[in-house]
T-cell receptor, first 108, second 115 residues
Framework: DAKTTQPPSMDCAEGRAANLPCNHS???????VYWYRQIHSQGPQYIIHGLKNNETNEMASLIITEDRKSSTLILPHATLRDTAVYYCIVNWGNKLVFGAGTILRVKS | DTEVTQTPKHLVMGMTNKKSLKCEQHMGHRAMYWYKQKAKKPPELMFVYSYEKLSINESVPSRFSPECPNSSLLNLHLHALQPEDSALYLC??????????????FGPGTRLTVT
């Protein structure tokens, strides 16, 4: 079973920041937080991951709380092409367990 | 190059057919994966190969037979499938260093329909 809880859906205005929350209260000390997204009818796409510290790359920022029980994925300037299902996964090793994810709809 | 390719894109097969799905990556990754995704559901792990050896089989029926002929190729052989096996089959690859955790790169998938 997935070890994360995400809201089923969110809306975001184009050009605004999209903040996607994830709860992972049972995360173990060596487990990473991963974010993937899946645009309709495509394979999942890796976005970002982190262990304890906040992380940023060209796609997004990942904010992990100090107790590691929750995190937020931030897309700083959402575009229509960011409409997708976003999956938050806690993982160590090579066995990904996907939950239901959050459907993000970016609207003009 | 962060591309994982899968062929064919679409496959329609009868329940008595034998077919194969193919996956290829040239990123030097030594772990490769097969996932199954039913409509409106998240992907589910089927198999994991690490250094060309099967390391995880998620209790998948024997009508699905994986094969990893070399470090760049992964096949999924299909035989006597059922209509409920119709799904998107996704391949992925990742690094394997010291048993730690690395991001997986996914292919576009093969849309399989069993008639």
């Amino acid at each position: 079973d997935a070890k994360t809880t995400q809201p089923p859906s969110m809306d975001c205005a184009e050009g605004r920041a999209a903040n996607l929350p994830c709860n992972h209260s049972t995360i173990s000390g060596n487990e990473y937080v991963y974010w993937y997204r899946q645009i309709h009818s495509q394979g999942p796409q890796y976005i970002i991951h982190g262990l304890k510290n906040n992380e940023t790359n060209e796609m997004a920022s990942l904010i992990i709380t100090e107790d590691r029980k929750s995190s937020t994925l931030i897309l700083p300037h959402a575009t229509l092409r960011d409409t997708a299902v976003y999956y938050c996964i806690v993982n160590w090793g090579n066995k990904l367990v996907f939950g239901a994810g959050t459907i993000l709809r970016v609207k003009s | 190059d962060t591309e994982v390719t899968q062929t064919p894109k679409h496959l329609v097969m009868g329940m008595t057919n034998k077919k194969s799905l193919k996956c290829e990556q040239h990123m030097g990754h030594r772990a490769m994966y097969w996932y199954k995704q039913k409509a409106k559901k998240p992907p589910e792990l089927m198999f994991v190969y690490s250094y060309e050896k099967l390391s995880i089989n998620e209790s998948v029926p024997s009508r699905f037979s994986p094969e990893c002929p070399n470090s760049s190729l992964l096949n999924l052989h299909l035989h006597a499938l059922q209509p409920e096996d119709s799904a998107l089959y996704l391949c992925a690859s990742s690094q394997v260093i010291g048993g730690s955790s690395y991001e997986q790169y996914f292919g576009p998938g093969t849309r399989l329909t069993v008639t």
